[in-house]
C-alpha cells in the first residue's frame, strides 16, 4: 500500500484541529459552567432543561399570583374587620337608646352619630385598592359601588361578581367579593321593603324615594308578599298640582292609606312629607316630573346601609315620625279612611272606659265604638266633678281636584240624604249647583262653598256622614246640520236610552233649514213625550250646533241610540261630534261615527273618568274617597270637657288609638313599645348584618391560609426543580477539568508527531 506525503499532511492537521476543538469546548464549558452549550451537545437534555425552564416559568407567575392574591385578601380582611367594629359600635349604641335610660334628646344625639358612623361605613365599601379599583364592585371596578340616594339611603351599583386569579395548575383563588352578596342581600329577620326609582324616569327629575321604614310589622306582614309603585301625575290634569298615587303592582288597584287617610290617589305632593300605609312609611324628595315612577317592593333580604339608615331615622326623627304622632293626635274630629259603610268608617272612637277619681270616688263609665259626641258628653257630664259638651262638627268636601266633564252629575249623601248636581260650564256654575244642592237639604248642617271646597258644620256636634259619591258621566252629542236638507224633505229619528226612555222626532224641513230649526223641533217633541225629561236639548250660540245630552240614567254607565234616521230628500246629512265625556259609535261598524244619513244608527256612550273626592275634618290629613267603591267616611264632632280641682280623668285605650283621654304615662308607654318594636327589629337586622360579613370573612382567612399552603408548596415545588435543572445543565469540573487536561496532551502530541512526519522525506531513503 502506497501512501502519499499529502495525505500525512492531511491527517497529522485533521487530528491538530479535532483535537482543538475538544479543547476548546471543554474549556467553554469551564468558563460557562454548563455542560450543554447548544441543543446538538445533547437533544435529549436539552429537551428536559426546556421543559423544567417552562414549569420554572410558570410556577414563578404562580409565586407572583400568589403574592397578588394575599394582598388583595389580606385589604378586604381588612375593611371587613373595620366594617364589623362600625356595626359593633351601632349595635352597642342602639342598645344604649333602648335602655330606657335616655332622653328624647340623647336618643337624637345617638341617632346623628349613627348616622357618622355609616358614613364611616361606606367610606370603608366604597375603598379602592392599589390600582384605582372597588374592591366591593365586582366586574365594575371602575365604578363606586354604593352611591347616595337624593331621598336617603344608598344604591348598589355594582354586580354580582368576583374576580380569582390561578395559583397552581387548575387551580384558582378568589381575589375579591361582591358588595352585593356581603353586604346587600342579607337575610332580613322580619318581612321588609326595598324602594328605588324607575329606570324609566325623566333624565329631567331629581326626585328619589326614601329608604322607608316598617312602623307597623303586623299590618305589612297582611299585606306581604305585595309590591306597590308610586307614579306621579301630570298636573294639567290635576288643577296644575303636581300629585302622586300609590298602587298595588298586582292589580294596579288603589292603596288605602293611614298618613294621609283614605285611598292614596291624587294626594298632593310635598316634598319630604312622610307618607303611610299597610305599615309602611316613606317620603319623596327632589323635583319629580309627571310619569316619575318608584317601587316599594316587599322583600327578605335588607341592606346594612338601609338596616343602618332606617335605625337613623327611628333615633334621630324620634320627635316628628309616626311612633310619636300616633299618640299626640286628636281623634275626634278626624275623617276616616273610605269603607263600605258610615257604620264600618266609624269617627275614630274606640270601645273604652273613662275613669274619674277624686280622693274618695271612682266613677266609670263605658263609651261605645263610635258613639257621637253629644252622646259622649252626655255621658260624661252626668259624672261628678266633670264638665262636657259637644262642639260643633266641621267636614270639608274638596271638589278641586275632580275631574268633571259638561254635563256630568256629581251625587253622593250627605248623612243619609241623596245630593244630585249638574255640571256646569264653568268650575264657578258647578259649585253654585253644588252649593244649591247640599243647601237646607240635612237639618242642622250648613255649608259654605269656596271656590269648590265646601265647609260643612252640624251645629248639635252630631257627625257628618258621607258615602258613595261618584261622578256620573251623561252621553252627549253635538248635531250639525251640514248639507242634503231641504226645504220640503221630512226629517225624522229615533232616540231610546238605556232605561227605555224613547222619543221619536219627526219634522217637516222650512226653507233656509238651519241648527236653529233642528233645535227648535227637538226642544218641541221633547217637550210632548212622556220621556222627554230624560233628555236634554240645547245651543250654545244662535245657528250652532245642537247639544243633545241624555240624563236618564244615573248608574254610571248611560247611553242612547239614534236610530232609524231618514230624509225624504235622500241625501241628507248631519254631522256628528261625541262631547268630551262621551264617544259615538256607528252600530252597523263598530267604528266612530261621524255623521248620520239615511240607515245609520248610532250609539253614544259614557267615557267613565273614576273620579275621586277629597273629604276632611276639622283635623288632620284628607281622605280620598273613589268612585264606584261604595266609600264611606264620617266626622264626629269634638269635645269640650273640663274637671274640677281634685278630680282626674282617664281612659283605659290611648288618644292616638280610638282612645279619648290617657294620663301621659300610659302614652309614653305604648310610645315607648313601639319604639322598642322598631329597635328590636333594626338589632335583628344588625345581627343578621354581622353574621353576613363574619361569614365572608371567615371565608376571607380560608382563603389567606390556602394561600399560605400554596405559597409553601410551591416554593418547595421551585426548589427541586431547581435542582433537577441544575443536575441536568450545571457542569462538573473536577471531571472537566481532568478532560481538559487530557485533551491538552493529546493536543500536544499530535503538534509534535505533526512537527516529525513534516520533516520526513523519501528523498532520505533514496
Known amino acids: 500500500m502506497r501512501i502519499s506525503t499529502l495525505q500525512y499532511f492531511r491527517d497529522g492537521v485533521s487530528n491538530i484541529q479535532n483535537a482543538r476543538n475538544s479543547l476548546g469546548l471543554t474549556q467553554q464549558q469551564i468558563a460557562t459552567g454548563k455542560s450543554i452549550l447548544t441543543p446538538s451537545d445533547d437533544p435529549i437534555r436539552s429537551t428536559q432543561i426546556l421543559k423544567v425552564d417552562e414549569e420554572l416559568s410558570m410556577n414563578e407567575q404562580f409565586q407572583n399570583n400568589i403574592s397578588f392574591a394575599v394582598s388583595k385578601n389580606r385589604m378586604e380582611d381588612s375593611i371587613l374587620g373595620s366594617t364589623v367594629d362600625s356595626i359593633q359600635r351601632i349595635r352597642d349604641l342602639t342598645v344604649r337608646a333602648n335602655s330606657g335610660a335616655l332622653s328624647d334628646d340623647d336618643i337624637r344625639g345617638i341617632g346623628v352619630e349613627v348616622e357618622a358612623i355609616m358614613d364611616q361605613m361606606v367610606s370603608l365599601l366604597n375603598t379602592t385598592d392599589g390600582t384605582g379599583e372597588y374592591i366591593f364592585a365586582g366586574f365594575q371596578g371602575s365604578t363606586k359601588p354604593f352611591v347616595t340616594q337624593a331621598g336617603g339611603g344608598y344604591e348598589y351599583v355594582g354586580d354580582d361578581g368576583y374576580r380569582s386569579v390561578e395559583i397552581a395548575a387548575g387551580d384558582t383563588i378568589e381575589v375579591s367579593d361582591s358588595g352585593k352578596a356581603i353586604f346587600v342581600d342579607v337575610s332580613s329577620a322580619n318581612n321588609t321593603i326595598l324602594t328605588s326609582k324607575s329606570s324609566n324616569n325623566s333624565a329631567d327629575s331629581s326626585a328619589n324615594i326614601s329608604t322607608g321604614i316598617i312602623v307597623d310589622q303586623e299590618a305589612f306582614d297582611a299585606v306581604y308578599p305585595e309590591d306597590f309603585v308610586v307614579e306621579f301625575n301630570d298636573p294639567l290634569l290635576n288643577q296644575n298640582q303636581r300629585t302622586l298615587t300609590v298602587t298595588q303592582r298586582s292589580d294596579g288597584s288603589p292603596v288605602m292609606g293611614t298618613r294621609p287617610g283614605g285611598y292614596l290617589i291624587n294626594v298632593p305632593y310635598q316634598e319630604g312629607q312622610i307618607m303611610e300605609f299597610n305599615g309602611i312609611e316613606f317620603f319623596v324628595a327632589g323635583s319629580p316630573v309627571a310619569g316619575d315612577t318608584f317601587f316599594i317592593e316587599s322583600s327578605g333580604t335588607e341592606s346594612v346601609l338601609d338596616t343602618v339608615d332606617r335605625l337613623a331615622t327611628v333615633l334621630k326623627l324620634e320627635d316628628s315620625n309616626s311612633l310619636i304622632l300616633a299618640t299626640e293626635v286628636e281623634v275626634i274630629g278626624r275623617a276616616t279612611p273610605g269603607r263600605p259603610t258610615t257604620t264600618l268608617a266609624g269617627n275614630y272612637v ?70 244630585s248636581a249638574v255640571t256646569g260650564a264653568t268650575n264657578a256654575a258647578t259649585w253654585a249647583n253644588v252649593q244649591t244642592a247640599v243647601t237646607g237639604a240635612v237639618a242642622n248642617l250648613t255649608s259654605i262653598n269656596t271656590s269648590g271646597v265646601f265647609e260643612f258644620t252640624e251645629s248639635l256636634g252630631n257627625n257628618i256622614e258621607i258615602q258613595n259619591f261618584q261622578v256620573v258621566d251623561v252621553p252627549g252629542i253635538s248635531m250639525d246640520v251640514s248639507s242634503g236638507i231641504i226645504n220640503g224633505d221630512t226629517v225624522s229619528f229615533t232616540i231610546t236610552g238605556t232605561d227605555g226612555e224613547s222619543v221619536d222626532i219627526v219634522y217637516a224641513a222650512g226653507a233656509g233649514d238651519t241648527n236653529d230649526q233642528l233645535l227648535a223641533e227637538i226642544t218641541t217633541d221633547l217637550a210632548a213625550d212622556p220621556d222627554g225629561p230624560a233628555f236634554t236639548v240645547s245651543q250654545a250660540v244662535a245657528g250652532g250646533p245642537v247639544e243633545l245630552r241624555y240624563t236618564g240614567d244615573t248608574d254610571g254607565s248611560s247611553n242612547f241610540q239614534i236610530t232609524t234616521f231618514t230624509d225624504t230628500g235622500g241625501d241628507g246629512q248631519i254631522a256628528l261630534t261625541s262631547v268630551t265625556g262621551s264617544s259615538v259609535i256607528n252600530t252597523a261598524t263598530s267604528v266612530a261615527a261621524t255623521s248620520l244619513v239615511n240607515g245609520t244608527d248610532v250609539t253614544v256612550l259614557a267615557t267613565d273618568t273614576n273620579s ?75 345581627d343578621q348584618a354581622m353574621e353576613s360579613i363574619l361569614i365572608t370573612r371567615s371565608g376571607v382567612g380560608a382563603r389567606l391560609n390556602t394561600l399560605d399552603s400554596t405559597l409553601d408548596l410551591n416554593e418547595g415545588i421551585n426548589i427541586e426543580l431547581q435542582t433537577y435543572l441544575s443536575d441536568l445543565e450545571d457542569l462538573d469540573y473536577a471531571e472537566a477539568i481532568t478532560t481538559m487536561n487530557m485533551q491538552t496532551l493529546i493536543l500536544e502530541a499530535s503538534q509534535n508527531s505533526f512537527v516529525k512526519i513534516s520533516s520526513l522525506s523519501l528523498f532520505d531513503f533514496i
Do not use: C, H, K, Y
Not at 272606659?353 to 263609665?365: F, G, K, L, P, Y
Not at 258613639?371 to 266633678?385: Q, Y
Not at 259638651?389 to 250627605?414: K, M, Q, R, W, Y
Not at 274640677?644 to 288609638?657: A, D, H, L
Open 350 to 419: 274606640a270601645a273604652q272606659r273613662i275613669t274619674v277619681e277624686d280622693a274618695s270616688t271612682v266613677q266609670n263609665v263605658d263609651i261605645a265604638a263610635n258613639a257621637t259626641a253629644p252622646a259622649i258628653a252626655l255621658a260624661l257630664d252626668a259624672l261628678n266633678g266633670i264638665s262636657a259638651s259637644a262642639l260643633p262638627t266641621v267636614a270639608t268636601l274638596d271638589l278641586t281636584l275632580t275631574p268633571l266633564n259638561v254635563g256630568d252629575l256629581i251625587e253622593f249623601e250627605l248623612n243619609g240624604t241623596q245630593i
Open 612 to 686: 275621586t273626592a277629597r273629604f276632611t275634618g276639622f283635623i288632620g290629613d284628607p281622605v280620598t274617597l273613589l268612585e264606584g267603591s261604595g266609600d264611606s267616611s264620617t266626622v264626629a264632632g269634638r269635645l269640650n270637657i273640663s274637671a274640677q280641682v281634685g278630680f282626674e280623668i282617664s281612659s283605659n285605650v290611648v288618644s292616638g288609638f280610638g282612645g279619648l283621654f290617657t294620663e301621659a304615662a300610659a302614652d309614653d308607654e305604648v310610645v315607648n313599645d313601639r319604639f322598642q318594636e322598631s329597635i328590636s327589629r333594626v338589632l335583628a337586622n344588625i
